[in-house]
């Protein structure tokens, strides 16, 4: 599976932005989704996740309300739309797909895309 994120940039807080996962190669029907982030100095952390079909999803504390993954099984391509921006939402995203369900859990996941830069300013 490759993944391939975009629709980063910079942003005033209050804004939004929504982020893509394109996915190719491997079907990822059974696949678990996520996005994760990483500011600088700090560790990778969960941000939302999905499972393929849908069915269920999960959100970081931190991003709940504002924060929607969802994807379109056509493009096979998962979406993670961003309002509400902080400064502390500050970081490179990085979407990933497991060979499995849900999981907040970087190791568990067997695929990372490149990272896209969000950056809110104050």
């Known amino acids: 599976v490759q993944l391939q994120a975009s629709g980063g940039g910079l942003v005033q807080a209050g804004g939004s932005l929504r982020l893509s996962c394109a996915a190719s190669?491997?079907?990822?029907?059974?696949?678990?989704m996520g996005w994760f982030r990483q500011a600088p100095g700090k560790e990778r952390e969960f941000v939302a996740g999905?499972?393929?079909?849908?069915?269920?999803?999960v959100y970081a504390d931190s991003v709940k309300g504002r924060f929607t993954i969802s994807r379109d099984r056509a493009k096979n391509t998962v979406y993670l739309q961003m309002s509400v921006l902080k400064p502390e939402d500050t970081a490179v995203y990085y979407c990933?797909?497991?060979?499995?369900?849900?999981?907040?859990?970087?190791?568990?996941?067997?695929?990372w895309g490149q990272g896209t830069q969000v950056t809110v300013s104050s």
């Open positions: 990933a797909a497991r060979l499995g369900g849900l999981s907040g859990i970087p190791a568990n996941y067997n695929y």
């Open positions: 190669g491997r079907t990822v029907s059974n696949n678990g």
């Open positions: 999905m499972n393929w079909r849908g069915a269920s999803t």
